[in-house]
């Protein structure tokens, strides 16, 4: 049995479930979700953080994890970042028995070249590397995650091992591929706000508007938009009613 960490606060209703990027954990929300007026559901997600890996990863084996660490069936509104935007959507389908009433996909990478797939697929095959200091490996698990110079990096992120620290993420997480999109979107069953940072070079504003055309821009930022800027991320999930 799969088990996620899952740190929760507040009270209101519906609860937000946040859902964060690939290499990062549920710590990258600590500020938007002290800004908030909901009990707020914030997972590592499965092979990263304080959570234990699965034995294969997809888009579906990984909203299913999330689905059953759920502590109620009460709704839902859902905010993913990358990997947690395709999650959010998924989860949205009406096939993981969660009702959710609204999702915002922050910053999901929707174009994805052989090069990007091939990049990836080479990742997901790598052993963890090790690190001989614990800065090292914060400098590291800052990279991937994409927080470099706007957030510390995140102690659950990290493992000590033999011989120095690697990276608590499972790299075969990494091998999750390409999400169809058009699919997510035509299958959720609530309102979806998409959004990307004007400067994220992994999210093009362009390319999500090409999905839908009331995707917004958020002017500034980057791939990270609700680190650099929550109080811009809260506004748009004022447009879920939160």
Not at 1 to 18: K, S, V, W
Not at 133 to 148: C, E, F, P, R, W
Request: glycine share 12%; hydrophobic share 45%.
């Amino acid at each position: 049995m799969d088990t996620l960490n899952m740190r929760t606060g507040g009270e209101g209703e519906p609860a937000i479930l946040f859902l964060h990027g690939l290499g990062a954990t549920g710590a990258v929300w600590a500020h938007l979700t002290e800004a908030v007026p909901r009990r707020v559901l914030v997972p590592d997600l499965p092979g990263h953080g304080l959570s234990a890996p699965l034995p294969h990863y997809s888009f579906e084996t990984l909203t299913a994890a999330v689905a059953r660490a759920l502590p109620d069936k009460n709704p839902l509104v859902v905010a993913g970042h990358s990997l947690g935007g395709v999650l959010a959507l998924e989860l949205a389908s009406g096939k993981y028995d969660v009702e959710v009433t609204g999702v915002l996909a922050l910053g999901v990478k929707v174009e994805w070249s052989q090069d990007d797939l091939g990049r990836a697929a080479s990742f997901a095959v790598r052993p963890p590397r090790v690190f001989e200091t614990q800065a090292d490996a914060d400098q590291a698990y800052l990279k991937v995650s994409g927080l470099l110079g706007i957030a510390p990096a995140d102690p659950a992120g990290l493992r000590e091992t033999e011989g120095g620290w690697r990276l608590a993420m499972d790299p075969a997480a990494f091998g999750v591929g390409a999400p169809d999109m058009t699919a997510l979107l035509a299958a959720a069953r609530c309102p979806v706000v998409l959004a990307a940072g004007e400067h994220d070079p992994m999210s093009r504003p362009e390319q999500l508007c090409a999905l839908d055309p009331d995707a917004v821009t958020l002017a500034g930022l980057g791939h990270n938009a609700h680190v650099e800027d929550p109080g811009a991320v809260r506004a748009l999930l004022e447009r879920l009613g939160v």
